[in-house]
């Protein structure tokens, strides 16, 4: 392996083990402030009309059967399908906000959101594993120095009168359109989970956990429901201390699995040997409700004795059994829906791949994976990179992909580029996000809407000094994608 390799890998396991100190930085801000069925889909995600055109690299180590032709919406408008095409970044200056522009290069139109960088500031959609849009696409959600705002797309106007200083880790009700779903401050030592209506400024608690939960753990516990909304999960402090995965079936106001880590490692877990016992990185329920999903922040080892609490894992919902490891690693990545409907997946970037050994892939992993791991689907080669993150929370079969590089200049496919990934290794290209990446609010992130209509990403616009002056984690303001805007 040659030395830029060796060295790309450390990058990105750097990158991949700081993954979860990334998801605090996002909590620094908010929490110091104190579908479907099982069987078919519902309206929570879309079905659409096909690309048409496949990169034909999807490959699989089981060489299991492909799905259905990933689609797309039939009036999607603009982008490049060309997985090979070098695209270098072209000039475009900072543009005012909220007027439409375009990404000469791909064909697409962009707004600006908010002027948060020339004042000083940031704005930002949450994460990229999490909703940015309500489910009718009226209102987005954002992160800002002010704590979470809400604004609606068509004016990019706030919602005046909505008081968010008391919310942890919201996200939008996939199928009540003005519904964000939150957990209270941990000002006091009782957890209550809230609906907010953002419409009607009014707040309703669904339910309060047991007196002995004190404090929800806010970094683990800010991933989607499930599709239908029923199923939510994360990770409480027991009042003696201990940490406690569980999941609330919201319909029947309910809290099924409750697992302490103590538990866990007394029984089925050995500890690190160098970080003892490890925690999760994230918890989230399986897009279909039927999975606990946790992501271990320490790697299976595939040449030791298997090691639970590792990588990523299955539980059932209702007991909290171990029902089998999906992925090694705890890499970036995100929870999808094939195009069948049925079959859930997890879509990560994987280190080296049999398509090009010497550069890392896009790859998926089908739940609930087995006692070892799902076998890797891999999808599209891409080059090394300080920046990965992938949103699957949109239409079936496809998943939003945020790529950085490692050099100024851009001399492999995809560098720098926000890009649809579909299941069945095609792409649609959307634009370069244009960001210096310099620190982690204007690492884009981008996250897709559940009809795949509008995407948004984060960017300083190549601003030189974003992440200077103390403002070491950067400077920057979201940008939307209309796939469905004519030049």
């Known amino acids: 392996m040659n030395s830029r390799v060796v060295f790309s890998i450390c990058l990105i396991l750097l990158l991949a083990n700081v993954g979860c ?7 620094l801000t908010a929490a110091t402030q104190n579908a479907r ?55 475009l200056d900072l543009q005012p906000v909220g007027v439409p522009f375009l990404d000469p290069a791909y064909g697409t139109i962009l707004r600006r959101v908010s002027n948060s960088m020339e004042q000083g500031g940031f704005e930002t959609q949450i994460y990229s594993q999490l909703q940015a849009f309500s489910a009718d696409n009226q209102y987005l959600l954002l992160d800002s120095p002010r704590g979470f705002l809400v604004r609606r797309v068509d004016d990019l106007s706030f919602v005046a009168g909505l008081d968010t200083s008391t919310w942890n880790d919201p996200r939008w009700h996939p199928l009540q359109s003005n519904i964000v779903v939150h957990f209270d401050s941990n000002e006091d030592s009782r957890v209550k989970l809230q609906f907010t209506d953002v419409k009607a400024l009014t707040t309703t608690t669904i339910f309060t956990f047991p007196d002995q939960y004190e404090y929800i753990l806010v970094n683990p516990s800010f991933d989607e429901l499930s599709d239908d909304g029923r199923w939510l999960t994360g990770m409480l402090t027991r009042d003696d201390g201990q940490p406690v995965i569980f999941a609330l079936d919201i319909e029947n106001r309910a809290l099924t699995t409750q697992l302490a880590l103590s538990d866990l490692y007394r029984d089925s877990c050995e500890p690190d040997p160098i970080w003892g016992e490890v925690e999760p990185d994230w918890i989230a329920a399986s897009p279909l409700g039927r999975y606990l999903v946790v992501q271990w922040v320490r790697d299976w080892e595939p ?7 590792s990588g990523l894992e299955t539980y059932d919902l209702h007991t909290g059994e171990f029902i089998g490891r999906v992925s090694p690693h705890h890499n970036h990545g995100d929870l999808g829906v094939d195009t069948d409907g049925v079959s859930e997946f997890f879509m990560t970037t994987e280190l080296e791949s049999p398509m090009d050994g010497n550069r890392p892939a896009i790859a998926m992993r089908a ?38 590089s490692l050099g100024e200049n851009i001399d492999f496919a995809f560098e720098n580029e926000i890009f649809l990934q579909y299941t069945d290794g095609s792409v649609l290209r959307l634009a370069h996000h244009r960001s210096s990446k310099c620190g982690y609010w204007v690492q884009p992130r981008a996250s897709i809407s559940r009809d795949g209509r509008y995407v948004i990403f984060a960017s300083d616009w190549g601003e030189a000094n974003s992440c200077v002056g103390g403002d070491d984690l950067g400077r920057g303001d979201p940008y939307i994608i209309d796939l469905r805007a004519r030049p």
């Not at 100190?21 to 909590?27: A, S």
Request: glycine share 8%; aromatic share 4%; proline share 11%.
């Open 21 to 27: 100190g990334y998801r605090e930085i996002f909590h």
């Open 37 to 91: 069925t099982a069987e078919k889909p519902s309206s929570a995600r879309e079905n659409v009309v096909s690309t048409g055109q496949s990169s034909g690299t999807s490959t699989s180590d089981d060489e299991s059967p492909a799905l259905a032709d990933p689609e797309i919406p039939a009036e999607i408008i603009g982008g490049i399908r060309d997985p090979s095409l070098i695209m270098p970044s072209s000039i």
């Open 303 to 309: 040449d030791t004795p298997t090691p639970r609490c």
């Open 367 to 404: 739940l609930p994976g087995e006692s070892t791991v799902s076998p890797p689907r891999y999808l599209q080669v891409v080059d090394w990179a300080d920046v990965d993150h992938i949103s699957c929370q949109g239409p079936l079969g496809v998943c939003l992909v945020s790529w950085g």
